[in-house]
């Protein structure tokens, strides 16, 4: 997950953390500052309370992103995000990237250690102001991420309070038309389908789960993992071609 600071994305993990163990629960940090409130690399597991399982579903959390050069996120420490070769609770340094040399560097990732989809989360009220240094910086990662052929998603977070009728009755998110504006702006300013965008709302001040907005949330998530399926899918057939270059040198 990347996203400016306080766009919400720990506290995305933390509601589909509440939705699986079935009560509100935080987990990872979350808030709003000035700037990132986490400042490490973590990989959450989400764990399902009624089954005792886990379902195979890992949400990584990333530093939040900043306009200033050397604070916040450091764009080139996304590719290697990506390829898997930041570890869990890798300590990010806004003003240096991760390399080789660096302590508990995955030298080798498998597979599991890499990035399958990459979801970018933003402010709903803050979609149309986002400046242009951001706006710049969101599109360059959308490039690196692209040259990493791995798919990418945008949620939109804090409908509730972009929206009056949204917040009296969550199930008005798709009929509200200053959502559907937003998701039209973000879809343009990062360049990405809007079917791509997905609102949801986070669990921020509640106590107890809520039906509508676990189906949002939800949603959200089915969403992801359908286009991690498609990275696995083009991965499989590179193989596969791989393979059969292999049998016709033969």
């Known amino acids: 997950m990347i996203g400016p600071v306080g766009a919400g994305k720990s506290s ?16 990872a940090v979350a808030g709003s500052d000035a700037t990132s409130v986490t400042t490490r690399y973590r990989t959450y597991t989400v764990k399902d ?3 005792g399982k886990s379902p195979s579903l890992i949400l990584c959390d990333s530093m939040g992103l900043e306009e200033k050069a050397g604070t916040g996120l450091d764009v080139e420490d996304v590719p290697k995000i990506l390829d898997g070769h930041v570890p869990d609770r890798y300590q990010f340094n806004p003003t240096a990237s991760i390399q080789p040399s660096t302590s508990r560097y995955l030298s080798s990732p498998s597979l599991k250690d890499k990035i399958h989809c990459v979801v970018f989360v933003l402010d709903a009220c803050k979609v149309s102001i986002l ?13 690196k991420i692209r040259q990493h052929d791995v798919p990418q998603l945008v949620l939109i977070t804090k409908v509730d309070e972009l929206c009056r009728t949204v917040a009296e009755d969550i199930k008005n998110v798709y009929t509200s038309r200053a959502v559907e504006k937003q998701i039209h702006t973000a879809a343009a300013r990062l360049g990405i389908p809007v079917s791509c965008v997905l609102p949801v709302k986070n669990y921020s001040f509640e106590l107890e789960l809520d039906d509508e907005t676990d189906i949002l949330i939800l949603h959200a998530v089915q969403q992801i993992l359908r286009m991690a399926d ?17 049998v016709q040198l033969l």
């Open 12 to 27: 995305f993990f933390n509601s589909v953390n509440s939705i699986f163990r079935g009560h509100v629960a935080t987990q």
């Open 49 to 51: 309370e009624k089954c």
């Open 131 to 143: 400046s242009d240094k951001m706006e710049e910086k969101l599109r360059q990662l959308r490039l």
């Open 230 to 246: 498609l990275y696995f899918d083009d991965i499989l057939v590179e193989n596969e071609e791989n393979t059969n270059k292999d």
